[in-house]
């Protein structure tokens, strides 16, 4: 275990001493990244010379040089930033030194690039056995189509996301998150897990592997289901649920509510609320399977006795009811919201350059060693100094990696 990033004075986090190299850029690997950095891992981001990670561009960039546009900062918090030419012979010796002290490495490079360097994982557990090597790639490295690269898109597409995605009648829709990018993240932070864990008993790492395709997979547990059992594909339901109902996005006077009948005991208690015990007994209705058949006269039912009522008078007295409720939100209404609020999801920090920023919180809470935010998304190379210096290169040698185009300085 590396010692480099101990608390101090801070409270301890789940990961403190863990050092991770992270070779990936936009949304998969960094989501990975970020996940074991916000519970303490200190995570070294090493960035391309030049440019950087690909999202320093995304929206809004910042002009003065700083290149903190949103789409970086809300995905590399709490990391360092070592710029570093890895194709150079003095930028691939700098990156093993710091291997040969890291615990994990993240890339999401396209399957087979980094063998081709001399950096894959059966060269770099021969230097550090103790490595947890995680590789997070578009269709999962084996198989006909294992070596190809993965776009999320292309992945939801592939994987029958967008074939259940929007309205039977309209034209393909992708799903308005990057589903397969963050869940491909978030799935390989939880091998990583498991690997550092198993390594305590055995005192060695292993390869981890996640997959876009994998990940998008993994979202279709309903419509998977509905296919092994009966044969059936289903398609896309606007918003309804692919095999209850009621539940669905519902229009009211004003705005949209998602209303939830997933059991007989709610929809019963939706048929009273909405004054009409009747539809309990009525045969479209009295079953699931009928309610989920005759889905579109039941939804023109129910918004006939919606639409006397705005919104918010429906969520209190559904609510009040026991039905499951909510109204639906947009972006800036759910981060405004005192619920989000209470949860830390909206977190505020000053930056040194870039001034004042906001950034989702961490969605996982430890009672005994909670996940912080301790430093914003770094600049380009602001920390390439400070890590070389680390691996054991003096301010000389650095200056003249600088002068060679192998690292970028941000001091």
């Not at 003065?64 to 546009?69: F, K, M, Q, W």
């Not at 092994?228 to 109902?245: K, M, Y």
């Not at 539940?247 to 998602?258: C, G, V």
């Not at 009811?321 to 999801?345: F, R, S, Y």
Request: net charge negative; glycine share 12%.
């Amino acid at each position: 275990m590396n010692d480099t990033n101990r608390a101090g004075d801070r409270p301890a986090r789940a990961l403190d001493g863990i050092r991770v190299i992270e070779l990936s850029q936009i949304m998969a690997g960094p989501t990975c990244g970020m996940m074991l950095a916000d519970l303490g891992a200190d995570v070294i981001k090493i960035e391309r010379v030049p440019g950087g990670d690909d999202s320093r561009g995304y929206g809004n960039a910042d002009a003065s040089g700083a290149h903190l546009a949103h789409p970086f900062v809300v995905m590399n918090r709490n990391k360092r930033s070592l710029a570093l030419d890895i194709r150079s012979p003095e930028g691939k010796a700098a990156l093993l030194r710091l291997v040969d002290g890291a615990d994990v490495l993240v890339e999401n490079f396209r399957p087979g690039l980094l063998d081709r360097f001399g950096l894959g994982y059966q060269d770099l557990s021969t230097r550090n056995p103790r490595l947890i090597y995680c590789s997070i790639s578009g269709y999962g490295g084996v198989g006909p189509m294992g070596d190809e690269g993965g776009f999320d898109m292309i992945l939801q597409a592939f994987a029958g996301i967008m074939s259940v995605t929007g309205t039977a009648s309209g034209e393909p829709v992708r799903p308005g998150s990057s589903v397969a990018d963050v869940n491909a993240g978030l799935l390989g932070a939880i091998g990583v897990l498991a690997a550092l864990n198993q390594r305590h008993a055995t005192g060695r790492g292993q390869y981890v592997r996640s997959s876009l395709l994998e990940a998008a997979l993994q979202q279709m547990y309903w419509y998977a289901a509905e296919y092994f059992e009966s044969g059936r594909v289903l398609g896309p339901s606007g918003s309804a649920h692919p095999i209850t109902a009621p539940y669905q996005a519902f229009r009211t006077a004003d705005k949209y509510i998602i209303i939830g009948g997933a059991n007989q005991a709610n929809w019963e208690r939706i048929a009273r609320t909405l004054r009409h015990p009747e539809w309990i007994d009525d045969e479209r209705f009295q079953t699931g399977f009928a309610r989920k058949r005759n889905e579109s006269t039941l939804a023109s039912l129910i918004e006939a006795e919606l639409a006397a009522h705005p919104a918010a008078h429906w969520v209190a007295t559904l609510k009040a009811a026991g039905v499951p409720v909510g109204p639906m939100h947009t972006i800036d209404e759910a981060l405004a919201h005192p619920q989000t609020e209470a949860l830390g999801m909206v977190r505020r920090f000053e930056h040194p350059k870039a001034g004042p920023l906001r950034s989702l919180g961490t969605p996982v809470r430890l009672s005994a060693s909670a996940p912080a935010l301790s430093r914003g998304a770094p600049l380009l190379g602001e920390h390439s100094r400070e890590v070389l210096r680390e691996a054991g290169f003096d301010d000389d040698a650095i200056d003249a990696m600088a002068r060679g185009g192998v690292t970028i300085l941000g001091d």
